[in-house]
Every structure is written in structure tokens, then in C-alpha cells.
């Protein structure tokens, strides 16, 4: 299985920037698809931002304009710098992966990380 783990999360007022990372390793073949996810108290875990494997960029309309994903392929990373930050991007902030193992070249697997904090705040 591939592990993630994120970091960069944190407190911030309004208008503030921060960098979130998240590093994937095990034995993985390949990273594909690589997103952010965020879940705010009593709302549903939402997509934030995608990117694919050629580097072809998704926003959801909230962030649209003030957040941008980035990856690395070759240290297996993938980033989010979040810029102009709002109260109501509070959340929790999870990376996701789609990948392949190794051990099963023919399988598209997901993978999530632990989540790392974000709250904007005065």
C-alpha cells in the first residue's frame, strides 16, 4: 500500500498564504492522478484540486483563481499553495492519490492521507 502524509497546515488570517505537501512512498510503481480534498465540520469531504499525470489542472470554483496544485514526479510529491485564504476554507486537508503497485501493474488503487489542519481565522 502506498503511504501519505501531508504537512503545511495551520493557523492563518485572512488574507494569509499557506504551502500544503504531501510525499507518497511504498512500493509504488506509478503515481497517476494526484488531488486535495478538504472536509470542514458537518460538511462532506469535498475536491479542492486535481492534477493529472501530464499535469492537466482541476479546481473546484471556490478556490478557483487562489489556489494552485503542483507535483513532483520525481520525489513522488504533490502540492497545494493556497493563497488569499478565506474563513471558509477551514478544513481539514486530505491528500489523494491514484496509483499502481509493483506487485499489480494492471490495478488502479486510491490512496488517502491522515489530513492536516487548516483554519483561517482572525
Known amino acids: 500500500q502506498v503511504q501519505l502524509v501531508e504537512s503545511g497546515g495551520g493557523l492563518v488570517q485572512p488574507g494569509g498564504s499557506l504551502r500544503l505537501s504531501c510525499a507518497a512512498s511504498?512500493?509504488?510503481?506509478?503515481?497517476?492522478?494526484m488531488g486535495w480534498y478538504r472536509q470542514a465540520p458537518g460538511k462532506q469531504r469535498q475536491l479542492v484540486a486535481g492534477?493529472?499525470?501530464?499535469?492537466?489542472?482541476m479546481y473546484a470554483d471556490a478556490v478557483k483563481g487562489r489556489f494552485t496544485i503542483s507535483r513532483d514526479n520525481a520525489k513522488n510529491m504533490v502540492y497545494l499553495q493556497m493563497n488569499l485564504l478565506k474563513p471558509e476554507d477551514t478544513a481539514v486537508y486530505y491528500c489523494?492519490?491514484?496509483?499502481?503497485?509493483?506487485?499489480?501493474?494492471?490495478?488502479?488503487?486510491?490512496?488517502w492521507g491522515q489530513g492536516t489542519q487548516v483554519t483561517v481565522s482572525s
Open positions: 492534477i493529472s499525470s501530464v499535469g492537466t489542472r
Open positions: 511504498g512500493s509504488i510503481f506509478r503515481i497517476n492522478a
Open positions: 489523494h492519490v491514484n496509483y499502481q503497485l509493483m506487485s499489480a501493474l494492471s490495478e488502479n488503487r486510491v490512496g
